[in-house]
Every structure is written in structure tokens, then in C-alpha cells.
């Protein structure tokens, strides 16, 4: 007669860990992925974040999204949050390396860097650029203004040229007004970036504002001084291509 085997089959009770290993690992690999796209420029990020967003939708996570999506399984305001983020961390690099590169100029009182709701200000004075009633740049301020492009070229903003003045009227040979005096410095500077620099056009604007947007009063020479000035504004909204609504990386503009 055949003896029974009495031993039963184990009963596995811990398979749940290959599961959860296989969601470990993916999201390690998901958090890889962002990390290694944190320092990429702000086309690439919205790419990734469409592609995330499109397949979270198609396995109902987001339920519901694509009501109010212009885009089918799009969230608008998850691409705006992953999109507006590089804007204001690449403009506190830019400050941080232009107070350092403009030391000199800052403790001279011929420069100023300051953030402002369009983004960021470099304040390029007449005392240290320009000589009275003129528009041509100095020689001695050519070396400062090389370091200013230099940091702008590496950063993919739009750029505006703002000539101001102060309060008192101006008549010579050259300018009959302030803002003739102002428009004239403004595009100076933007033909110099152009010519000398290579500065993309499509990046840049200019305007004079003559004595209208003063940053002291004009009532003491030292207000008036701060009034005479060329504003180098960094827009916080990085160039697009026209149509597109996409950056421009260095090798499409070229």
C-alpha cells in the first residue's frame, strides 16, 4: 500500500513584492527622467510634459481632462506650471552672473541690475556709456557692454533697448529733443548687438522715452544722473518662432 504524502505545497504569500518592485522601479526610472530633463530648455520640457500628460490621459488618470482641454488628454495648466518655471530661474541666473561681471561698474555707480514685473533691468548710465548730448557709445564702456551681450547671448529671452533722460531740454546740432536723444541711444545699442555681437534681430526691440519714465527725481543733479540712461530689459517670455509658439534653440536660428 502507497504512504500518503502528508507534506502540502507551500503557499506563497509575498508574490505582492513583484509588483511592487516593478512599480519601485518604474518610478525610479520616471523620477531619472525628470531629473536629467531639469536643465534642458523649455521646448523640450513641454514635449515631455505633453507626452506624460497624453499618457496619463489614455490610462484615466487625469478623468475628465480632455473637456477642457483645447488639446484631447492636454492640462493646460500642468504645461504652463512645467513651462513658466525655467522663465524665472533663468532670470536669477542672469542677475546673479551680471551683479558679479558688473561689479566694477555697479560700485561706480555706472550700472545697476534690478528685477521688474517684465522680467529683468540693466540700467547702463550716461555717466559710464555716453558722453553729454551724444548717442555713440564710449570706448572705455565697449569692454562692459561686451560682457552684458556675452550673458545675454546665452539665454534665449527677448531683449528691449529703452533710452530715457532727464527733465531738461536739449537742442544741438545732432538732436533737437529728448526724444530724438533717448530713440537715438536706444538703437545705437541694438545696431551694436546686431553688428558686433550677432545678436538674433528677431530678439530685439528698442524705444526712447525721453524724461517720461524717470527712476529719481529730477529735482537734484544725482536724480537726474540716474534719469540719464539706457535700460537693457530681459522680457521674463523667452523668443518663439513666429506661428509656432516654440523656443528658437541656437542651431534652428542659425
Known amino acids: 500500500m502507497r504512504r500518503r504524502n502528508k507534506s502540502e505545497a507551500h503557499s506563497n504569500h ?6 511592487y518592485a516593478d512599480f519601485i522601479t518604474l518610478l525610479f526610472a520616471f523620477f531619472v527622467v525628470m531629473y536629467s530633463t531639469a536643465q534642458v530648455d523649455k521646448q523640450k520640457v513641454g514635449k515631455l510634459a505633453l507626452s506624460i500628460q497624453v499618457a496619463f490621459d489614455q490610462l484615466g488618470v487625469f478623468p475628465g481632462s480632455a473637456a477642457s482641454s483645447p488639446t484631447p488628454g492636454v492640462q493646460p495648466s500642468l504645461i504652463e506650471k512645467i513651462q513658466s518655471a525655467p522663465n524665472a530661474e533663468d532670470l536669477t541666473s542672469l542677475q ?18 534690478r528685477s521688474v514685473p517684465d522680467g529683468l533691468v540693466i540700467s547702463l548710465r550716461e555717466v559710464g556709456f555716453f558722453d553729454s548730448g551724444s548717442a555713440t557709445m564710449q570706448a572705455r564702456a565697449k569692454d562692459a557692454f561686451s560682457r552684458i551681450a556675452a550673458l545675454l ?5 527677448r531683449v528691449r533697448i529703452e533710452g530715457h533722460t532727464d527733465n531738461r531740454p536739449i537742442h544741438n546740432p545732432q538732436f ?3 526724444w ?7 538703437t545705437e545699442l541694438v545696431q551694436l548687438l546686431i553688428n558686433e555681437y550677432e545678436f538674433p534681430p528677431e530678439r530685439l ?19 537726474r544722473a540716474q534719469n540719464r540712461r539706457v535700460d537693457v530689459v530681459v522680457l521674463g517670455n523667452q523668443v518663439t518662432a513666429p506661428g509656432m509658439g516654440g523656443i528658437l534653440s541656437k542651431a534652428e536660428r542659425q
Open 153 to 157: 547671448l546665452r539665454y534665449p529671452h
Open 176 to 178: 533737437a529733443s529728448n
Open 14 to 19: 509575498e508574490r505582492w513584492l513583484v509588483s
Open 205 to 223: 526691440s528698442a524705444a526712447g522715452y525721453a524724461q517720461y519714465h524717470p527712476v529719481a527725481s529730477n529735482d537734484s543733479a544725482e536724480g
Open 180 to 186: 530724438q536723444l533717448s530713440s537715438a541711444r536706444a
Open 96 to 113: 546673479i552672473e551680471l551683479e558679479k561681471s558688473l561689479k566694477l561698474e555697479i560700485l561706480r555707480n555706472e550700472a545697476a541690475v
